[in-house]
């Protein structure tokens, strides 16, 4: 009997069935007394009928006045112990006293009620108190195929939640549970692992393997168990209903069927009644009942099972953890993959490192060689035939397979196969056109787990060596076939308008398939001159994301593809020349824009001679990279190929839409040079040109008005600053609506406005709502938002809140950092602001140690003689008088007027 209180009845009931599991009969209030019985009475009767009574104790159980007559009677009948009549079982701290003190007992308070080890624990010390308490034991039928996998890591979780599941045996019929997932990803080590620690515990009186791949290996699975048994039978069919009437008298069996297909299969084999137990392993995750589709394994478990495989455990660490880091990362962490990756590496005696190189060199080669394979089945056979057999089922279904292994393996929206289906070839256009169709296609793929489907995004992904097996059994033509319709269909589909960032919404989640399907393209060397394009867009978008090293690496792409095509001096290889500067130029790499710049400048005045008018946009652009690294003469000679020598005389009525961009920018070096008055007539150029051309419902009209709006800001000139942003703002309202990014910029220069004007809570309010903007419609790392934090901290550093201001000021940091690395002006400019925050806190050594940082960024990337430098200039004056360190204040101080000689301020 098991004696408990109500508060213990979740640990009285898992001790309940591990005894019943080890073939004790038990009684317990819950299971055998019952409802609007008479209490005391059952009690009585359960008392007498029990041998023994289990003590679950806690300090609840002791502060009953229930439980104390339920053992008494016990102790009545031993009352030195020796006969174990009481088996006191401790599952919480508390002190027993009295009678009860004298017991030996089980403690199971280190453990929690849903480790199965707790359970171990219990059957052993049981044995320990009295050798007696052991109940007579059947010989256990062990029919399986395998041997145990001494190399199973991992995956513990799955094994011991079948246990915890315990497949609820008080049900009169068997239990089904079902491991689904991708051929090679540990369902058959994962069910074998299960029946070893069954039989460990002693959880099952029979265990059984049987393969259920196709019929024949079902039924003579079965027939070899009736065998195992001793059973009589007269034919097949009487064989297995004799199996299953012994199956069904018993609850006590572990049935485990290998490699499934469907519930229907099974129909005709399995029993109907009795508690015996049925875990099933199949690809297909359409199962009624209760099934668990596997995940591939996760990251550290795969480093060990490469490590024990390749017999390298011991010298694991250092390096050599990275490099199996890598490996399982590129091999997907499927399970078989990486099993078979350690073994080539054992029996070819080579490194990690050289094994990734022949992978990369031979792909799915590397897994068909027998001599370096211990396992039969190879990560190239299960999945060969695994796409072989949705060929049987589906031809058409194989086709999307075909194309998909060109794309990146997760977040293939059904979606944009439909919407770009035209490009396609006639087979999958109607076949995306059919939504029954489509559902079939689904179907028969997640049968065999050759996609995972996520109903909600209406996404699915294939792993990345299920792309490979399908690409590495196509034929050269049919590979040039299917990736000119993968870029095709990119082509189709990846559409999006530069100035309008809600356009970029919808196509970010393109972005990897157009990374794969241009790096695919370009090795099969298919179309190079229009994949190049695809590979320019994608760098665009990325590049207005914020996304700089995957933009580089596209319009790197999109460039080498040109010069390919078209040779070095031609003009696809100038614009992408120039997009590559661009780049450079907004990362704060001026050097490398500076080189781009004119390498596309050299080619267009081969092609076009030096008075060619799309020149202009080039030496626009060179100008801009001149101007940062305060080379205020070159930007001017730049400024005057554009607009001629005299920049005053260009008329406004002049149709070239570069002359804006002229006027605009030579404001901005006039600005830097300190000549507001000048800066203004040409912002006023500008302002007038893009009223003229463009009209003021447009983006270049509201550039212009923003530049305006600062360059009065920075004058003091508030009033005339403020028309201009809010205008810019109001159109931009009108154009993009409210919650646009174009919007928030213009919204946060608002706020710059006001924090100069000393207007701190409307600042505020700006900067908060230009905050939201870009949280809503920006990457969490992108670049503006750095900026508006940025201004958040400089209103708290005039509200003298200065912790919160150093706070917004780092997340800046961080941000800009993450984005352009340590030696950009940006950078510099956020630790210039930390520095002086600290300055004002009187943390006089945090703040030198900013301001030095700041001033080695600066002097790096724009040289010891820029104009920028004075700022952080004169915080170390400051810094070093307030130290007392008279020497190096007189030597910035020096620097200082050196700046303002050179530069008339």
């Not at 030096?610 to 100008?623: G, K, P, R, V």
Request: contains cysteine; hydrophobic residues 40%; glycine residues 6%.
């Amino acid at each position: 009997m098991i004696s408990y209180n109500r508060q213990d009845e979740q640990w009285a009931l898992v001790i309940n069935r591990a005894l019943k599991k080890q073939g004790y009969s038990t009684i317990m209030q819950k299971q055998d007394f019952k409802a609007g019985g008479n209490f005391v009475l059952q009690m009585h009767k359960a008392v007498q009928e029990a041998e023994r009574v289990l003590l679950v104790l806690s300090q609840c159980f002791l502060d009953s006045v229930y439980t104390q007559p339920e053992w008494a009677a016990f102790f009545a009948d031993d009352p030195q112990g020796e006969k174990g009549l009481i088996v006191p079982v401790k599952i919480g701290k508390c002190d027993p006293q009295g009678l009860l003190k004298t017991l030996v007992h089980i403690d199971l308070t280190s453990f929690s009620i849903s480790e199965y080890q707790a359970m171990d624990v219990l059957v052993r010390e049981l044995a320990h108190i009295s050798p007696t308490l052991l109940p007579e034991k059947q010989s256990v039928v062990w029919s399986m195929q395998y041997d145990r996998n001494e190399l199973f890591v991992g995956r513990d979780e799955v094994v011991e939640g079948l246990f915890r599941e315990e497949f609820d045996s008080s049900k009169n019929s068997p239990v089904i549970r079902v491991l689904t997932g991708l051929g090679g990803i540990g369902k058959t080590q994962i069910a074998l692992e299960y029946a070893y620690r069954a039989r460990e515990r002693a959880s099952y009186g029979l265990f059984a393997w049987i393969q259920a791949e196709d019929s024949a290996s079902l039924h003579n699975g079965f027939r070899r168990l009736a065998e195992k048994l001793g059973l009589h039978f007269q034919d097949e069919q009487n064989m297995l209903d004799t199996l299953k009437q012994a199956l069904e008298t018993r609850s006590d069996w572990l049935l485990i069927l290998d490699n499934a297909e469907d519930l229907t299969q099974l129909q005709g084999y399995l029993p109907q009644q009795g508690g015996g137990h049925i875990l099933v392993t199949s690809q297909n995750p359409i199962w009624r009942g209760k099934s668990v589709e596997l995940d591939f394994m996760e990251d550290a478990s795969s480093v060990e099972l490469l490590l024990r495989r390749a017999n390298l455990m011991e010298k694991q660490g250092g390096s050599l953890y990275d490099e199996a880091l890598e490996l399982v990362r590129l091999l997907g962490n499927l399970p078989l993959a990486v099993e078979q990756a350690g073994a080539y590496i054992e029996a070819a005696e080579i490194t990690i490192r050289e094994y990734m190189e022949r992978f990369r060199a031979y792909k799915i080669e590397v897994f068909t060689n027998e001599e370096f394979n211990s396992n039969q089945k190879t990560v190239a056979t299960t999945l060969e035939l695994s796409l072989k057999r949705i060929q049987e089922k589906m031809p058409i279904a194989k086709d999307i397979m075909e194309l998909c292994s060109y794309l990146a393996p997760d977040e293939i929206q059904l979606e944009m196969l439909v919407n770009g289906r035209a490009a396609l070839p006639e087979p999958l256009t109607q076949l995306l056109g059919n939504s029954l169709q489509l559902d079939k296609f689904r179907t028969v793929l997640r049968r065999y787990s050759l996609i995972r489907y996520d109903k909600s995004s209406g996404a699915f992904s294939i792993h990345r060596l299920t792309q490979l097996v399908i690409r590495e059994m196509q034929t050269c033509g049919e590979k040039l076939y299917w990736v000119k319709y993968a870029y095709r269909l990119m082509e189709a589909v990846f559409q999006f308008d530069k100035a309008e960032s809600v356009s970029w919404k919808g196509i970010q989640s393109l972005l990897s398939h157009v990374d794969s399907v241009t790096g695919h393209a370009r090795q099969l060397k298919v179309d190079l001159d229009r994949v190049g394009d695809l590979a320019d867009q994608a760098g665009i978008l990325y590049r207005e994301l914020g996304l700089y090293r995957q933009a580089e690496e596209e319009l790197m792409k999109g460039y080498e593809m040109r010069v390919e095509v078209y040779g070095e001096c031609s003009e696809p290889v100038s614009l992408a020349a120039n997009h590559i500067g661009s780049l450079m130029h907004e990362q704060g790499k001026f050097s490398e824009a500076e080189r781009w710049y004119l390498r596309a400048l050299q080619i267009w005045k081969a092609l076009f001679g030096e008075q060619d008018i799309e020149l202009s946009t080039i030496y626009n652009n060179l100008a801009g990279v001149y101007l940062k690294q305060g080379l205020y003469e070159e930007a001017e000679r730049c400024f005057l190929h554009i607009l001629g020598p005299n920049p005053a005389s260009v008329e406004v009525d002049i149709d070239d839409p570069v002359v804006w961009m002229g006027f605009n920018n030579f404001a901005e070096l006039l600005q830097k040079k300190g000549d507001r008055k000048k800066a203004e007539e040409y912002f006023l150029h500008a302002y007038r040109y893009t009223q003229k051309y463009f009209g003021e419902k447009n983006p270049h009209f509201i550039t212009v008005c923003s530049n305006l709006g600062l360059l009065y800001a920075d004058n003091k000139d508030f009033a005339q600053g403020e028309f201009y942003l809010l205008r810019a703002i109001e159109i931009g309202e009108e154009l993009f609506g409210p919650s646009h990014v174009k919007v928030g910029r213009d919204v946060n220069n608002l706020g710059y406005l006001l924090y100069r004007k000393g207007e701190y809570d409307q600042a505020l309010h700006c900067f908060n709502r230009a905050l939201a903007v870009y949280k809503e419609g920006l990457e969490p790392d992108n670049p503006e938002l750095a900026s508006v934090l940025n201004n958040h901290g400089l209103i708290m550093e005039a509200k003298k809140e200065l912790h919160k201001a150093i706070n917004y000021y780092q997340q800046a940091l961080e941000i800009n950092e993450k984005s352009y690395g340590h030696w950009h002006p940006k950078v510099a400019a956020n630790l210039l602001n930390i520095g002086i925050a600290y300055f004002y806190m009187g943390d006089l050594s945090k703040s030198l140690e900013m301001l030095l940082d700041t001033m080695n960024i600066e002097e790096k990337v724009f040289g010891v003689e820029h104009p920028e430098l004075e700022h952080v200039y004169s915080g170390l004056i400051a810094v070093y008088s307030k130290m007392g360190n008279t020497t190096c204040a007189v030597v910035y101080h020096r620097k200082v007027l050196a700046l303002r000689v050179k530069y008339g301020n």
